[in-house]
């Protein structure tokens, strides 16, 4: 019998910065590919599937004109870097055969429908993967507070934060190599040894939801699925 997934529903943060592999900025499209395919297998699975793409690999591309820029306008910026992200990836996973679709916190009906949370619930139902772009849609955020508020709303049972490594450490892993990577830490925990998880905002409201956060790398393959099936990858976050 197939392993049953141990989680239905999942709310996925992926960094721009997954998105454009060894590239110093923007999107690599042999690395968005991997990665939509490591998505595949979870969505193939049954698991509802919701991402919350960031926008710092295009953001960075830009950096250099938004300094001394009035913090809003750069935030904005960063927001429509995260629909073109979204755009990219949905496209990527067309051509994979996953149905997706891009909702955007910023009204840009052109391009991408708005969020509205009954129709993405109903996507989900469906077995879309509905990408969540533009953030909260609000600046002075990010996209982990994002991926925080929508895990929330859409009743995900987890949040996936996938990094460039494989869960949390005591240490630099790369610096230290006594670094331990936890299996399970507490949100208390996590906070008192000043682990920065996520920044402050979207980690209050995971503590405050009681939504638990998985820490794995979207580049080690099969560690998405193995987090979906519950097994010890990565570091799990809980309350
Ligand atoms: N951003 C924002 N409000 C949000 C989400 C994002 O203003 O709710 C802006 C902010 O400038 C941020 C940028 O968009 O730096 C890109 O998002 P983030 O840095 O979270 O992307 P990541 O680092 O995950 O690629």
């Known amino acids: 019998m197939p392993a049953q997934p141990a989680h ?9 910065e997954a998105l454009m592999g060894d590239d110093a900025f923007g999107i690599n499209r042999a690395t ?7 998505v595949a297998e979870v969505v193939n699975m049954g698991v509802e599937v919701a991402v ?6 295009i953001f960075r591309g830009v950096a250099g004109g938004s300094v001394g820029m009035d913090r809003a306008t750069a935030d904005y910026m960063g927001m429509l870097a995260t629909v073109m992200n979204a ?6 996973m067309d ?35 509905v990408i969540f772009a533009a953030g909260t849609g609000n ?35 790369q610096k230290d190599p006594t670094a331990e990577r936890y299996t399970r830490i507490s949100f208390d925990e996590a906070m008192s040894r000043n682990l920065g998880i996520m920044d402050a905002t979207a980690f209050a409201l995971c503590r405050d939801q009681k939504l638990p956060i998985k820490v794995f790398s979207i580049f080690k ?17 809980y309350a």
């Open 8 to 16: 239905q529903r999942i709310l996925l943060k992926l960094s721009g």
């Open 32 to 38: 968005i590919v991997r990665m939509v395919q490591e």
């Open 52 to 57: 919350v793409i960031g926008g710092g690999n």
């Open 87 to 92: 755009l990219a990836l949905a496209d990527a």
């Open 95 to 129: 051509k994979q055969g996953l149905i997706a679709r891009v909702m955007s916190a910023i009204n840009i009906e052109q391009v991408v429908e708005p969020y509205i949370r009954p129709k993405a619930l109903q996507y989900l139902e469906e077995g879309k993967v």
């Open 139 to 173: 600046p002075f955020f990010t996209t982990d507070t994002a991926a925080a508020l929508r895990g929330a709303e859409i009743g995900a049972q987890m949040v996936l934060k996938a990094t460039k490594v494989d869960g949390v450490y005591s240490a630099d892993p």
């Open 221 to 237: 393959h099969g560690a998405l699925k193995r987090v979906v099936l519950g097994e010890d990858e990565g570091t799990l976050v």
